[in-house]
């Protein structure tokens, strides 16, 4: 009883009152989510519709680039933000996500390249100095393809040249790379016109190849004909001609590069084609060479010795290089006693007769056997040259001396056999010996007596004078002694003359005894100059042996 009466009166419980709802305050609630989501999409569309390709470069090394950081260039003006940067599965490389501006849609083309531009030192430039205070970016070379792409490889060093440079590529094989490198340059006429833009080793390893871009407008001096060679340091060689020092230019001495030059060839003239193949020669002499499509071996028989002649020595026709020494042998002959040396050489005949075709009006074809049988028939000879008195180094020197023997070409043989004469070199032995021999066989003893009986002839004539005189004066009849004294007085001069002539020739007799003085220098004189002819035999014979000792001096022999 006492809990019921404690709980409340609900009878004094106010009634609860319905209060309608507002239907105004309720979409107020809603305006500010609704307007965000309509700004928020506008916001997004606009994202969408000005964000440009997403674009994959994959690079060997990650150095310098940083996601949200490292920015996309072309031509130094942004176009795009790397966005991410990620390790390849196999870790083989990296993977850089980048988010282009939409205005550089058209950039991205299968050939377009991409590189990372960083502060470089190399042999022939230094580059990305701004790069050290601003950073690492990717540079980018628009490519020329209208095919798009979003998956490329970057480079890993800077292209040589800009895909619109005006210019075209060629190839260039070569039995090394010397000192060449990419960037190397490439001279006509001395100018620089290119550089070398890659090289790779053959697939057999027999070789290198290169790739090099010439640019406009020198690569219209490339053409068919045209030959490259090696123009790295200095080429210094000593040959028949003397010492030859070739170089191009410092930077070649320096860093290498290669110089190429076209022959004159009407049938030629035309620019060679884009990625033409061509041979990179060692030297300019060794490209000289072979524009020689037509080569001729001939075979030279000397009787001499060729001490100093060498596979490579140069023959020319008068000062003109028309052909080289190939190959230089013995040949004995037991019969006769006799030695013989052939020497092979190879004839440019191309280098003549293309002359004489531009000279000549002749429309029928030109035999050259026929012309080398005429101009044998006038003289036409082979001999040996001394090319350098230092070296003693030899070559083949041909030309005409109308005063030859007869002879003529031995085309029964192979190869050929061109008629030769006596070199220079042996010419002047051959006059040395004649006059030491010469020397050797004068009479010396022979005319030193018959001046001594001159010389007595001459005393015994004088005394015969002198008596008749005498004679002549003791006989004289007085009435002539006037007349005489004159004649005395004059023929007084005269035995005064006579007696300075006795004491000359006096003197003279002395001089000239067996025992006197002059004739035993006479007769030392005599032998000096036999062991003279004697030396001079020997010193023949020794430089015959040994050129060389002209420059280093005789070899102890101990």
Same mark, same amino acid.
């Given at each position: ?14 009634? =609860? ?8 305050? #309720? ?33 060997? !090394? ?56 960083? =502060? ?63 960037? !190397? ?45 090696? =123009?790295?340091?200095?080429?210094? !060689? ?111 005949? &191309? ?93 010396? &003893?022979?005319?030193?007596? &018959? ?78 100059? !036999? ?17 060389? #000792? ?6 102890? &022999?101990?």
């Amino acid at each position: 009883m006492s809990d019921i009466n404690q709980l409340p009166d609900f009878s004094q419980i106010p009634d =609860a009152v319905v209060e309608q709802r507002r239907h105004y305050s #309720s979409l107020l609630v809603w305006i500010i989510p609704i307007i965000a989501a309509i700004i928020g999409a506008s916001l997004a569309v606009k994202s969408y519709l000005d964000r440009g390709s997403i674009i994959t470069i994959t690079f060997k !090394s990650g150095e310098g680039i940083e996601a949200g950081k490292t920015k996309i260039k072309y031509k130094d003006v942004p176009i795009g933000e790397v966005k991410a940067v990620t390790l390849a599965k196999d870790g083989s490389h990296v993977l850089v996500t980048a988010e282009m501006f939409k205005e550089s849609a058209l950039l991205m083309v299968e050939d377009t390249r991409f590189w990372v531009v960083r =502060a470089r030192i190399s042999r022939s430039n230094i580059s990305g100095l701004g790069t050290l205070m601003e950073g690492s970016y990717i540079g980018v070379d628009t490519g020329t393809s209208k095919q798009p792409q979003d998956e490329f490889k970057g480079l890993e060093r800077p292209p040589v040249f800009a895909m619109n440079e005006p210019g075209r590529q060629f190839i260039l094989r070569a039995m090394d790379i010397g000192s060449l490198d990419i960037t !190397s340059p490439i001279f006509y006429r001395r100018i620089q016109v290119g550089e070398v833009i890659a090289y790779d080793l053959d697939q057999d390893g027999k070789g290198v190849t290169l790739n090099i871009f010439i640019r406009a407008p020198y690569d219209q001096y490339v053409k068919a004909n045209t030959i490259f060679w090696h =123009a790295s340091g200095i080429d210094v !060689s000593l040959d028949a001609t003397g010492v030859k020092v070739n170089s191009q230019s410092l930077v070649t001495i320096l860093l290498g590069g290669i110089s190429f030059l076209s022959p004159e060839d009407p049938d030629n003239a035309q620019p060679a084609h884009p990625d033409t193949t061509f041979t990179l020669f060692a030297n300019k002499d060794e490209a000289m060479k072979r524009p020689d499509a037509v080569v001729k071996t001939y075979l030279l028989m000397f009787q001499e010795s060729v001490r100093g002649l060498s596979i490579g020595a140069p023959v020319d026709l008068r000062g003109f290089t028309v052909g080289e020494v190939t190959k230089i042998n013995i040949d004995l002959d037991p019969h006769n006693n006799s030695i013989s040396i052939p020497v092979e050489v190879q004839l440019y005949p &191309e280098r003549l007769l293309g002359r004489y075709r531009a000279n000549s009006k002749q429309v029928k074809p030109i035999d050259s056997r026929q012309i080398l049988d005429i101009m044998v028939k006038q003289g036409f000879r082979a001999h040996l040259v001394n090319g350098n008195l230092l070296t003693g180094q030899l070559y083949v020197a041909l030309d005409f001396f109308p005063k030859a023997a007869p002879a003529r070409v031995d085309w029964s043989k192979n190869p050929p056999e061109l008629p030769t004469i006596t070199g220079s070199v042996e010419q002047f032995k051959t006059t040395l010996m004649q006059i030491v021999q010469k020397i050797e066989k004068l009479p010396l &003893e022979e005319l030193a007596g &018959e001046a001594r009986q001159t010389i007595q002839t001459i005393e015994t004539t004088l005394k015969s004078a002198d008596k008749l005189l005498k004679n002549v004066d003791a006989s004289v009849v007085p009435e002539a002694h006037s007349m005489l004294e004159d004649v005395r007085k004059a023929l007084d001069d005269v035995r005064k003359t006579l007696d300075d002539a006795r004491k000359t020739l006096g003197g003279a007799k002395q001089t000239l005894s067996p025992d006197a003085p002059l004739q035993q220098d006479l007769r030392e004189t005599l032998r000096e100059l !036999s062991r003279a002819a004697q030396s001079l035999r020997v010193l023949a014979d020794y430089l015959e042996r040994h050129p060389e #000792s002209l420059i280093r001096g005789k070899e102890d &022999e101990r």
